[in-house]
Structures are given as structure tokens and as C-alpha cells.
């Protein structure tokens, strides 16, 4: 009985250590590229965000965002033009690589538009 007790104290702990680790992997925020403007800034992490644009030239429609962690497979990613400058918000392209995710849009982003994302890996 005693035995049975260490192996599931034990087992308990390596599935305790694991769930803080990936927890803490997940909690590392992406660093912004130039693109997206001088004066950036980015709230979240590799899974999820929200990136405010930066001041740069007016015909500015990408956004790269670089992982902190680099994943296995490209992650699936979605993003969205939630301010739009000023207009309803929009969905947005994005292609990602095992380490990367540029965000891009269709139309030019103007400073202060708020990029929401949410990446997924599998």
C-alpha cells in the first residue's frame, strides 16, 4: 500500500510541474516587428493577444509578430481589425510559420488600431 501511495504522490507531482511549466511557456509575450510601427506595443502572449499599431508610413497593412516559444507545426491563427480606424471591426489575413505570424490586412492600418489574435497549436 505504501508503494501504491509514493507512486501517485509522485506521479502527481510530475503532472503538477508540467501543467506550471506549459503555463508559464504560454505566458510569454510575442515580440512586435517594425512593421508594425513605431511605438507598438502588444498585450498577451504567443496563444493570444492584442497589439496596438504604431505610427508608420500610411500604406503600412502588415504586422509581425515573432513567438516566443517556436511550435512544433505553424499554429492556426485569427485575427481581427478591432478598431478598423474607427469603422467596424474586421477580420484579417494571417500566415504563420513555426516561429513567426505576420498579420496583414487588405486595406492600409492607421496608428492607434487595436489587432486582436488567437493562435492555436496542435
Do not use: H, Q
Not at 501504491?4 to 508559464?24: P, Q
Not at 515580440?31 to 497589439?51: E, F, H, N, Q, R
Not at 500610411?58 to 480606424?85: D, H, I, K, Q, Y
Not at 505570424?101 to 492555436?120: E, H, K, T
Amino acid at each position: 500500500m505504501r508503494r501504491k501511495t509514493f507512486a501517485v504522490r509522485a506521479i502527481t507531482t510530475v503532472a503538477a510541474a508540467l501543467l506550471l511549466w506549459s503555463t508559464a511557456s504560454f505566458a510569454v509575450t510575442p515580440t512586435l516587428g517594425p512593421d508594425c510601427g513605431a511605438g507598438a506595443s502588444i498585450v498577451g502572449s504567443d496563444l493570444a493577444g492584442k497589439v496596438e499599431l504604431g505610427t508608420a508610413p500610411s500604406n503600412r497593412s502588415t504586422c509581425t509578430l515573432t513567438f516566443a516559444l517556436p511550435a512544433v507545426n505553424a499554429p492556426a491563427c485569427m485575427a481581427v481589425n478591432e478598431t478598423n480606424g474607427g469603422g467596424y471591426s474586421t477580420p484579417i489575413g494571417t500566415i504563420t510559420t513555426t516561429t513567426t505570424v505576420v498579420i496583414g490586412g487588405a486595406m492600409p492600418w492607421v496608428a492607434g488600431d487595436v489587432i486582436s489574435y488567437i493562435c492555436v497549436s496542435y
